[in-house]
């Protein structure tokens, strides 16, 4: 009982204190997502234009949920969770919404984000099952996912230069 508690309150803490989970459903790669923790799960949002991918996350359906540290970046826990969607317009969508509402940056449209997040998104609620899983032993990196991104140009020349300072030379 006393483990149980202690693996509930470290997956609590943890994920409330980091802005950035990495989520895994079922058939899917780990995704970076951000969230807020709000009422005992990780709420996130997306799937929708201009929002984060969801990629095998269904309602009623497994998902596991890595929490990094914030300042080292280093796995915390890994949890098990259960993915409830919640309904547009619902008591705990406008709920989890406004929460998540004050966490988002760089909204193209600002204010009116929230009718679009019902019309065109999904919002989801990652619930504890209270399993967590042993941290691994070795390094668990993996390339990364394929994206249609890229830079539009090369790297301006002067840039290490900015980056790591020229070397000064002493006064005379």
Known sequence: MT?????RALVEEATKKSGLVWVKGPGAAARAL??????????????GPGEQPLPGL??????E???????KGGRLVSWAATVV????????????????KGKRLNAPDGEAMTERW???????????????????????A??????PVTTRRPA????????FGRKRRGRR
Not at 58 to 63: F, L, M, V, Y
Not at 85 to 100: D, I, K, Q, R
Not at 156 to 163: E, G, I, K, S, V
């Open 156 to 163: 301006p020349a002067a840039l290490p230069r900015l980056l």
């Open 85 to 100: 969607e919640l309904p547009s317009g619902s008591e705990e969508w406008t709920a989890a919404v406004a929460e998540l």
């Open 3 to 7: 483990s149980e508690l202690l693996d």
């Open 118 to 140: 019902a019309r065109e998104c999904r919002v989801l609620r990652l619930e504890p099952t209270g399993a967590t899983a042993p941290l691994p032993d070795g390094s668990l």
């Open 142 to 147: 993996e390339p990364p996912l394929p994206t």
């Open 65 to 71: 949920v890595t929490v990094r540290s914030k300042d």
């Open 58 to 63: 269904a309602d009623g359906g497994p998902a």
């Open 34 to 47: 951000w969230h807020v923790w709000h009422e005992g799960a990780a709420c996130v949002v997306g799937d």
